[in-house]
Nanobody, 128 residues
């Protein structure tokens, strides 16, 4: 059974850093496109960063560009999101997602429908 499990969330002060991890089981993560999303209460799920399966192409939302970095560790079957210079508006539940390339969405990274598998989410709270 495929599972994605996020970890690393918590409470941090504005300007601080967190590193989120997404551990995959039941699939070889290196073969999947990967995305990090977040969702605040009352808001739509928002794409933050995405990476093609090979790591050859990446995307970052303007709101996090230069602050967040998506990376992968194929040996550990994980994808991470390094978050620096955190702001209170970054407060949300953060999700990782994986795309098996079995649909027609290609590199339309922002579409949640692109992704086949989702983690349960991890809470990130940034205090001022």
């Amino acid at each position: 059974q495929v599972q994605l499990v996020e970890s690393g969330g918590g409470l941090v002060q504005a300007g601080g850093s967190l590193r989120l991890s997404c551990a995959a089981s039941g699939l070889t993560f290196s073969s999947y496109d990967k995305g990090w999303f977040r969702q605040a209460p009352g808001q739509e799920r928002e794409l933050l960063a995405a990476s093609s399966w090979s790591g050859g192409s990446t995307y970052y939302a303007d709101s996090v560009k230069g602050r967040f970095t998506i990376s992968r560790d194929n040996a550990k079957n994980t994808v991470t999101l390094q978050m620096n210079s955190l702001k209170p508006e970054d407060t949300a539940v953060y999700y990782c997602a994986a795309d098996s390339h079995k649909n027609s969405y290609g590199s339309t990274w922002y579409l949640t429908k692109k992704y086949d598998y989702w983690g349960q989410g991890t809470q990130v709270t940034v205090s001022s």
